[in-house]
C-alpha cells in the first residue's frame, strides 16, 4: 500500500497524558499536513510541512501541541497534556511539488476520558 | 468572515437516480474549489476540482459546477450508486505561495436507497 499512512488507528488516554501520533505519507510527497476533525464537522486545517520545515501553523495549535518531520519524510505529532477537548480525529495529508491535490491517510482517533 | 458552507446536511437518493450536492462560498477571491467524499473510518478523497475561470468540469459519473456570481457550486453525481453514500465536503483552497491551505465546510451526507 503505497497511501499515507497514520499510526495508531485508535487511542485512548488519560486526561493529563502526553500522546504522539505518527504519519508517513506519500514517499514521493515533499509537503504534509495535519488537520483534525470532530464529529459532524469538516476537518481543520492544523499545520503544514514542506520539507522538514514548518511553514504554517493554525491557531487552533496550541502550546501543549508539536510537530515535527524531522527529516522530511515521516512527521509526528505530539499533545502534551491532553484534554477532553482534544478528543477527535487527527488526519494527515500529503501532496506533491506542483500538484493541489491532497492525500489523506485514514486518521488516528484519540479519545481523552 | 471567510467561510465554506453547505446548505443540506443529508441528502436520501434513490439508486440510480442522479444526485446533486450544493454548496455556497462567501471570499470571491477563491479560485480553486475541490470536493472530497468521506467514507466512515476513512479519511477524505478527492473526487474532483474546479477553478475559478471554469463553470464546469467533469468527471467518471462526477460534474462540478461553479457560479461566480452567486458565490455557489455544485456536486452531481450520475446514476448513485450504494458505494456513493458518503459524506461530501466542498472545500477551499486558500493556499499561497504554493502550498495548498485547504478549508473544509460542514459536510453533506448522502444516503443512497437500494
Known amino acids: 500500500d503505497t497511501g499515507v499512512s497514520q499510526n495508531p488507528r485508535h487511542k485512548i488516554t488519560k486526561r493529563g497524558q502526553n500522546v504522539t501520533f505518527r504519519c508517513d505519507p506519500i514517499?514521493?510527497?515533499?509537503?504534509l499536513y495535519w488537520y483534525r476533525q470532530t464529529l459532524g464537522q469538516g476537518p481543520e486545517f492544523l499545520t503544514y510541512?514542506?520539507?522538514?520545515?514548518?511553514?504554517?501553523k493554525s491557531r487552533l495549535l496550541s502550546d501543549r501541541f508539536s510537530a515535527e518531520r524531522p527529516k522530511g519524510s515521516f512527521s509526528t505529532l505530539e499533545i502534551q497534556r491532553t484534554e477532553q477537548g482534544d478528543s477527535a480525529m487527527y488526519l494527515c495529508a500529503s501532496s506533491a511539488q506542483g500538484d493541489e491535490k491532497l492525500f489523506f491517510g485514514s486518521g488516528t482517533q484519540l479519545s481523552v476520558l | 468572515g471567510e467561510s465554506v458552507g453547505l446548505h443540506l446536511p443529508t441528502l436520501s437518493v434513490q439508486e440510480g437516480d442522479n444526485s446533486i450536492i450544493n454548496c455556497a462560498y462567501s471570499n470571491s477571491a477563491s479560485d480553486y474549489f475541490i470536493w472530497y467524499k468521506q467514507e466512515s473510518g476513512k479519511g477524505p478523497q478527492f473526487i474532483i476540482d474546479?477553478?475559478?475561470?471554469?463553470d464546469k468540469r467533469q468527471g467518471q459519473r462526477v460534474t462540478v459546477l461553479l457560479n461566480k456570481t452567486v458565490k455557489h457550486l455544485s456536486l452531481q453525481i450520475a446514476a448513485t450508486q450504494p458505494g456513493d453514500s458518503a459524506v461530501y465536503f466542498c472545500?477551499?483552497?486558500?493556499?499561497?505561495?504554493?502550498?495548498?491551505?485547504?478549508?473544509f465546510g460542514t459536510g453533506t451526507k448522502l444516503q443512497v436507497i437500494p
Open positions: 514517499s514521493e510527497h515533499n509537503r
Open positions: 472545500a477551499e483552497n486558500r493556499g499561497w505561495g504554493g502550498y495548498q491551505k485547504v478549508t
Open positions: 510541512f514542506q520539507n522538514e520545515a514548518q511553514l504554517e
Open positions: 474546479i477553478r475559478s475561470n471554469m
